[in-house]
């Protein structure tokens, strides 16, 4: 399969690069070229980076595009002598186009533009450098209704891959690190997964419909939007605010859609309407999503698969001259969500926040403040599925309360033409009880006290940073960066049921349990755009994460309490480890852009990455358990992890009856290894591929995709890993787009194939009822429908 998914690619490798390699050696003849260069300002004077430029040729037709730099500056060198048009667009501004420039030899002619302000949504945040690592991507309104969870959104970025968690979020890896693994931002917000199975990470608090923008930077991350994570960062915001065009009254726009998946009966919608004034705007967004069991390929139910979330966010924003205030209230309530790779599932998970921010834009930079804070109660026990199997009356109550708390003040300046420097400062502080209370006739298993599993736990994290992205000349740029972050860890004493477990509570709180850890992160990259069809990007970058709660205070070694720790599905126990350091990781990563624009673009990026971790937070397996599982205490061992991502895509036609036909393709090769034992690390996802086709005429589309997944035979021995068989699945899809309404239509999994799902953890529900261990086997056939109407 391995070979197979290769042999395939090369050819698109194979056939781009000698025609590049001709078209840079052409450009080498001695022509008499001039330049063109400028600066782009919005109405209030700031510079306007990240722009997208193209100029024309009126004689030859040839074009050539860049993107400008943070201080708004822009410049075409060795253009041939000549008359030239220029059309500049960046999204929340107006279209322009300048006709008839000329461009004499050895001159350089001048261009200064102020941009006017589109009657759309306003682009609030300057992106991340100009750097492939970090490419900022607008969400569709289709792809938001067609998407179960936020991160399968995500998911449709090269280097990364989803592990299944409940119907409302899976947890995407990037490169292999997943979960706390990966930085996850939702509007600049931290979030900390308030329960000991992580079912509700981040992602679950944003759906689908809240997601208009994500950013997923999977190999080097810029220090800015990094610390306190391994593997990758991905940030995930809503629309920015839309005011009313300048003199215009008012501005008022909303949007509905509803959706309806046959497979486990999943249907919902969601509500978005926005009022504005030129100075004010209030957005409301409501989304709501229920699901059934859905069936594997077999026809058999996946049981513990059901779900139902409700999500409501209002944003009041302000603005005024270089000043945008915004202040975001949201709710998000939860009454039940299963868990079919969890012994419990979640009865019911509220969290209320609040975000402010406030960015001003400066002469030559700008200045963004943020203020966040959640509140967050969950409650886990048994819902119908696994009452089923262990009997009426099973009950086993177990609650959390989480707050999360943070501030973010960022600064971003033009020192000079070439050098924009960015500072910052964060805190993000979170506290965590975590009790089960007992349950009647259950002592001294589960009674008669309540068990204190995280008491007053603490977790404050400072970050300190500075980074410089410098943009030498048209062909080099250049991004360095260092961050500190302070990481401070405390918990109280802890008790357990009964006597049963008093000599683990006597141990863990004879320990000290206050931390901390000062950890450094570095990242150096360097861009070489050799000819405009061909870029090339190195980096370094050293990233630290600092254990999480459950990792340094789970305490109790009981089988049936360790049982209920771990947020991998597996149904192992595990227990916690005062003495955890934290993991340090050293990624040196690449990237091979090849890419053409004129009228028929296509692209090919190829990003190898090799990640050697010191102290990565392991496992040590400290007895086998009654049950045939392993009891395992988390530990500090070294590890590597290396692989490559590649993606492109083609435009097959262009124009004309036919339409535009494009093919694109998504291949993910991961391979993590521990150091000492030269075993394959946990969960890592097995050799990928996703290929599409596409035809777009007019309002319409229509496509087929498919999805190969070779089989998982690395296995880590110590958590017992199961073997999954490769796979490839076949959908469909189309829509129609007008300018009030849009439809789609979609049948996944065409053939209706039985799967198991490589990174979808162990069924526990079968192992409940059986004692064996298997695999949770991937959706059957679904056919889906959704509807957008605009009003
Ligand atoms: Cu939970």
């Not at 192992?572 to 990781?585: F, S």
């Not at 694109?664 to 290929?691: C, E, F, K």
């Amino acid at each position: 399969m391995k070979a197979k998914l290769l042999l395939a690619l090369l050819p698109v490798v194979c056939l781009c690069v000698p025609a590049h390699s001709i078209r840079a050696q052409q450009s080498l003849e001695i022509v008499a070229t001039g330049r063109i260069a400028g600066v782009l300002h919005d109405p209030t004077g700031a510079v306007v980076p990240g722009a997208k430029v193209e100029v024309r040729s009126r004689a030859t037709g040839f074009t050539k595009s860049l993107t400008t730099n943070l201080a708004g500056r822009f410049a075409f060198d060795g253009l041939v002598a000549g008359r030239y048009d220029a059309t500049i667009t960046v999204s929340g501004f107006q279209i322009v186009i300048l006709r008839d420039i000329t461009v004499s030899a050895g001159k350089e002619t001048t261009v200064n533009v102020t941009l006017r302000i589109a009657p759309v949504r306003t682009d609030v945040e300057v992106n991340a450098p100009e750097m492939e690592t970090g490419k900022r991507r607008a969400v569709s309104d289709a792809e938001q209704a067609r998407s179960r969870n936020t991160a399968e959104i995500v998911a449709d970025a090269p280097g990364v891959s989803l592990r299944e968690n409940g119907q409302l979020a899976s947890i995407p890896l990037l490169h292999g690190l997943g979960d706390e693994r990966t930085k996850l931002v939702v509007n600049g917000m931290t979030i900390s997964s308030a329960c000991p199975n992580h079912m509700n990470p981040t992602l679950s608090y944003v759906a689908p419909a809240q997601a208009a923008q994500v950013t997923v930077l999977a190999g080097i991350t810029p220090v800015s939007l990094g610390g306190d994570s391994l593997g990758g960062t991905i940030s995930v915001e809503s629309p920015a605010p839309a005011f009313a065009e300048l003199g215009s009254k008012v501005r008022e726009e909303g949007t509905f859609t509803g959706f309806y998946r046959s497979n486990g009966e999943n249907w919902g919608g969601s509500l978005k309407e926005g009022i504005a004034s030129e100075h004010i705007s209030l957005d409301y967004v409501g989304s709501f999503t229920t699901t059934e069991d859905y069936s594997d390929g077999s026809g058999h139910k996946v049981t513990s698969t059901y779900a139902q979330s409700t999500d409501h966010a209002l944003t009041l924003a302000a603005q005024n001259g270089p000043n945008l205030f915004l202040a975001t209230g949201s709710f998000h309530h939860t009454p039940f969500e299963g868990f079919v790779n969890d012994y419990m599932d979640l009865v019911h998970n509220d969290a209320t926040s609040l975000n402010l921010r406030y960015r001003r834009t400066l002469a030559k930079g700008s200045l963004d403040a943020r203020f966040y804070w959640q509140n967050t109660t969950h409650e886990m026990n048994f819902l119908q599925d696994k009452i089923a199997i262990d009997g009426a009356g099973a009950s086993m109550p177990m609650n959390t309360h989480g707050r999360d708390l943070g501030y973010l003040v960022r600064y971003e300046s033009a020192l000079s033409t070439r050098h924009n420097l960015r500072a910052g400062n964060e805190l993000h502080r979170f506290r965590l009880d975590d009790w089960w209370p007992p349950v009647a006739g259950m002592a001294p298993m589960m009674g008669p006290n309540t068990f204190i599993n995280i008491n007053n736990g603490r977790r404050a994290r400072l970050g300190t940073y500075a980074e410089l992205f410098s943009h030498w000349n048209p062909r080099w740029s250049t991004l360095f960066g260092a961050r500190n972050d302070t990481v401070w860890t405390d918990a109280g004493n802890v008790q357990g049921y009964s006597m049963m477990y008093a000599t683990d509570a006597a141990a863990f709180n004879a320990e000290s349990h206050a931390k901390t850890d000062s950890n450094f992160d570095l990242t150096a990259l360097a861009r070489y755009d050799a000819n405009e069809h061909t870029a090339v990007e190195l980096g370094y970058a050293r990233k630290n994460r600092s254990p999480n709660l459950y990792e340094r205070y789970a305490w109790s070694t009981n089988m049936m309490a360790a049982g209920m720790i771990g947020w991998f599905g597996d149904g192992n126990m595990y227990y916690g480890n005062v003495a955890l350091k934290p993991e340090t990781g050293n990624v040196v990563s690449g990237t091979l852009l090849l890419h053409g624009q004129a009228t028929k673009p296509w692209e090919v990026k190829l990003t190898p990455h090799l990640n050697s971790i010191q102290e990565f937070i392991d496992v040590d397996v400290a007895a086998m358990t009654m049950m045939g599982l392993p009891l395992l205490r988390f530990a500090n061992h070294d590890a590597r992890i290396y692989g490559g991502d590649l993606s492109g895509f083609a435009t097959l036609w262009s124009g004309g009856a036919a339409g535009t036909g494009k093919l694109s393709a998504i291949g993910n090769w991961v391979h993590g290894t521990r150091s000492d034992s030269d075993t394959p690390l946990y969960q890592m996802m097995p050799l990928n591929l996703r290929l599409a086709f596409d035809e777009e005429i007019k309002g319409l589309s229509a496509g087929f995709g498919s999805e190969m997944v070779d089989s998982k035979s690395r296995l880590d021995p110590n958590r017992m890993e199961l073997r999954t068989p490769g796979y490839a699945l076949i959908n469909l899809h189309a829509a129609y787009k007008s300018k009030y309404v849009q439809g789609g239509f979609r049948v996944d999994n065409l053939f209706n194939h039985f799967y198991e799902l490589p990174l979808g953890g162990n069924n526990i529900d079968i192992y409940s009822a059986t004692g064996n261990m298997t695999p949770v086997t991937g959706r059957g056939r679904s056919v889906s429908f959704s509807l957008t109407a605009r009003f």
